[in-house]
């Protein structure tokens, strides 16, 4: 049973270059959750889904895309990536999200430098 | 707005001493919910303790507690008998139905307390 799982683990862009961030949750979570991480600021939401087949905005979605691709997984993508998106970015899991007693369940984060 | 502040960027305590990290939110909910997540140096986020607002009685879990001042809307974290692996960085974060989506909840974060446990 490995929880939250990310990759890659760490990764550099060049700005303008595009890539997709892996999570993957092997707990038979409904739902999935992406957070970014900046120094000096708590954590995000940028998405996140509520169930398989839905994904619904978080406070800062702007630049990124994600596509649930069955209940496991859950991608994070960046299209154009830019310097201001260089960041920590954690992947989350719980088994629900409309209760607030359903703990989320943190990967160990992907770390990522846009030049 | 909701807002959750963490005013000690950075602490130490002895290993074996007790620490306490302070938190402070605001909010105008009556119901809602306090958490204490750990970050080591592995990055990965571990709920160390939660506070449902609805509860007089303040959280425990074993070398944690927490003293949770509804009314001052503060809540801090106890943690005793210090251990080196208690390294990491703590952050209190609240819980609220989110405005974007009927019936989700979500985090806000405090930026954090990083913690030194000295041997």
């Known amino acids: 049973n490995a929880g939250v799982t990310q990759t890659p683990k760490f990764q550099v862009l060049k700005t303008g270059q595009s890539m997709t961030l892996q999570c993957a949750q092997d707990?038979?979570?409904?739902?999935m959750y992406w957070y970014r991480q900046d120094p000096g600021m708590g954590l995000r939401l940028i998405y996140y889904s509520a169930s398989e087949g839905t994904t619904d905005k978080g406070e800062v979605p702007n630049g990124y895309n994600v596509s649930r691709l069955n209940k496991r997984e859950f991608s994070l993508r960046l299209e154009s990536a830019a310097p201001s998106q260089t960041s920590v970015y954690f992947c989350a899991s719980s088994a629900s999200s409309t209760s607030p007693t359903e703990t989320q369940y943190f990967g160990p984060g992907t770390r990522l430098l846009v030049l | 707005a909701q807002t959750v502040t963490q005013s000690q960027p950075e602490m130490s305590v002895q290993e074996a001493e007790t620490v306490t990290l302070s938190c402070t939110y605001d909010?105008?909910?009556?119901?809602?919910?306090l958490f204490w997540y750990k970050q080591p140096p592995s990055r990965q986020m571990i709920l160390v303790i939660r506070?449902?607002?609805?509860?007089?009685q303040n959280a425990t879990e074993n070398r944690f507690s927490v003293n949770f001042q509804k009314a001052a809307k503060s809540f801090s974290l106890k943690i005793s008998d210090s251990q080196l692996g208690d390294t990491a960085m703590y952050f209190c974060?609240?819980?609220?139905?989110?405005?974007?989506?009927?019936?989700?909840?979500?985090?806000?974060f405090g930026t954090g307390t990083r913690l030194k446990v000295l041997a």
């Open positions: 974060a609240f819980m609220k139905h989110a405005l974007f989506a009927s019936g989700t909840y979500k985090y806000i």
């Open positions: 909010t105008s909910e009556n119901n809602y919910y």
């Open positions: 506070q449902e607002a609805y509860k007089q």
């Open positions: 707990m038979n979570h409904n739902s």
